[in-house]
RNA sequence: GCUCCGAUAGUAUAGUCAGGUUAAGUAUUUCGGCCUUUCGAGCCGAAGACCCGGGUUCGAAUCCCGGUCGGAGCACCA
């Protein structure tokens, strides 16, 4: 085996080649994108990584990129995913409770399971301990710097009095925090860094501050605690006690590594990989928490699983599978450029992903009366659910003519496609010629059953239903409006979740059906 | 303004660290054709890219410098 190894996949491969040719075929249809590997994997006895949202509203597509990337990576090499809830600030980004369980779904939903989790509001006294500590060493300070007097110093590589305090101030000072001494602003504890530092905004960073927590209570634990870590302290000082090995994160933390890095290197920890990966983006939907909210409050979407949106809850309804997702974000990667991704690759990974499956359906938009004359006889039309596997079933569909007419329903989208044509076929069904269009009427005339003549005249094949049946239906398009149309009997039976097809329209989620089948559009 | 990061076809990505065997590979998109009782899938074919300018080198998508463009951070937010 060490001795196959050793040698050039080249040669591995001839060798291969000359004893079981058939095998490297079979390799190549099986190919799927991978990750590129992890830096220093081998270092660490496990790899840990983890997924740190504030539950202060649902996740969307870019926090897709982390989750799946933090997941896959953990999997990879066999080590461990945490999910943990960063819920520090009941003030400006305050947690939902609602939303803790939203994202635990979302997670469940991406096929992304959690070995632990985390919350962070769970866990102040071991940030107190930390700050403590780290007060003792002498390696921050309490501020009681107005906070503009501290930036105008520090942008000057100045230092602030403050700075220069005993141990024993400092203490006093941060009991003082804890105690209600000092008030919402009044006071924070500083992590020293470098006053030097060519980034201000890397120089003695705030890790703990005052919150008043009477005026605004945390959603889990109220009132209880006023003094609150800052992202640096709390996700610091959480990575090295949980052991992460692997930080995965958008490019927007970058400085904050080296903000931490003064903690670890007071601490004496060591600070763990990082990737940072670009900005995310996707054509003509705003990935941004703020103006989704924006909308939200405004009126212009209802849910945040309107269609417009790409949170993950839209894209659930729309029939985006939680696999198309994956892929395409293992096709992106974990590298540091920006990408605007286009819908159009998310729908192609989506299509892969149900086409083998979606059953297939009519649905006539917009219909328009159509009647047939001179049809022979009774038909009885017997289509399959997938052309490609007629083992999953049949609809079918009774035709009965009196006095030799027969009434459809087509799509006028479809009138275009007919006029002038010599010969237009009902998929499934027979042949016929259309005589005269009327605003809300179409009369034809039968021409035939056979499917190889209407080959042969290269007619158009359109979907039909018969006239008095079939389900009203509305698709909700991916603009939000509304398209409007009937579709066949069978869809009565369709649930909830059904990714189905409507032949000829595109590829659609069911919503429910009642009275009405309501549904939400994929993509074609 | 300051501090970072980045730049390969319409989109995404491989190759860049260890410069040559790649007249830049793949997926998707677009356009032809075939096939198919869907405008879906499948098959065949075509089109399409190394941001710009210098330098190093026998040789640069790959290394160095400058520029341009894009992005992020500069909160007692995460």
């Keep these: 085996m060490q001795e196959i190894n050793a040698l050039h996949l080249e040669q591995q491969k001839a060798i291969v080649e000359e004893k079981w040719p058939e095998a490297l075929t079979k390799e190549k249809t099986e190919e799927t994108k991978q990750l590129p590997p992890l830096p220093n994997a081998k270092k660490y006895e496990r790899v840990v990584t983890r997924f740190s949202p504030n539950p202060d509203f649902v996740l969307h597509l870019g926090s897709a990129r982390a989750i799946i990337l933090s997941y896959d990576y953990a999997k990879m090499y066999n080590g461990l995913f945490y999910l943990r809830f960063e819920d520090t600030d009941s003030k400006t980004k305050k947690p939902k409770l609602e939303f803790y369980n939203a994202i635990r779904d979302d997670l469940k939903w991406l096929g992304c399971k959690w070995d632990a989790e985390f919350i962070q509001s769970d866990r102040l006294q071991i940030y107190y301990e930390h700050a403590e500590e780290i007060l003792k060493n002498g390696n921050a300070y309490v501020c009681t710097c107005i906070r503009e007097v501290f930036q105008e110093k520090a942008k000057n590589s100045q230092s602030c009095p403050c700075r220069e305090l005993a141990v024993e101030e400092n203490l006093l000072r941060w009991n003082h925090m804890l105690d209600g001494t000092y ?79 003064y903690m670890y290197q007071h601490f004496g920890w060591k600070y763990p990989e990082t990737i940072h990966y670009g900005r995310l983006k996707i054509t003509g939907a705003s990935l941004s928490k703020s103006e989704i909210v924006k909308g939200l409050n405004s009126g212009l979407y209802k849910h945040w699983d309107d269609p417009r949106l790409a949170t993950l809850a839209a894209l659930r309804k729309r029939g985006i599978t939680p696999e198309a997702i994956h892929s395409l974000m293992i096709d992106v990667g974990p590298k540091p450029a920006d990408v605007v991704l286009s819908w159009k690759n998310l729908y192609a990974h989506n299509r892969k992903q149900i086409d083998a499956t979606a059953k297939r359906y009519f649905f006539v938009h917009n219909p328009i009366k159509i009647t047939v004359n001179n049809v022979p006889h009774d038909f009885t039309a017997q289509i399959p659910l997938h052309p490609g596997h007629p083992e999953i079933g049949f609809r079918f569909f009774e035709v009965k003519p009196e006095d030799g007419e027969a009434a459809f329903l087509i799509s006028k989208d479809d009138l275009e496609v007919v006029e002038g044509k010599r010969a237009i076929r009902f998929m499934g069904l027979f042949n016929f010629k259309v005589e005269k269009i009327e605003k809300s009427l179409v009369q034809a005339t ?17 979907h039909w239903i018969p006239c008095n049946s079939g389900v009203p239906c509305e698709v909700t398009m991916p603009d939000a409006s509304v398209a409007k149309g009937v579709s066949e009997e069978a869809c009565r039976s369709l649930n909830p979740n059904e990714i189905v097809q409507f032949q000829r329209f595109g590829f659609v989620r069911v919503d429910g059906v009642n009275k009405k089948l309501n549904v939400r559009f994929a993509h074609r």
């Design 183 to 261: 008030g919402e602003g009044e006071a924070v504890v500083r992590i020293k860094t470098d006053v030097d530092h060519p980034n201000p905004a890397v120089r003695d960073w705030p890790a703990l501050r005052i919150v008043d927590t009477e005026k605004y209570p945390h959603p889990r634990v109220g009132s209880k605690y006023r003094v609150w870590p800052l992202y640096n302290f709390s996700t610091g000082i959480d990575d090295h006690l949980m052991g992460v090995t692997h930080i995965i994160r958008g490019k927007e933390h970058l400085t904050n590594q080296d903000r931490q890095e």
């Design 446 to 462: 039968f021409l035939g059953e056979s499917y190889e003549e209407a080959k042969k005249v290269g007619a158009p094949l359109i």
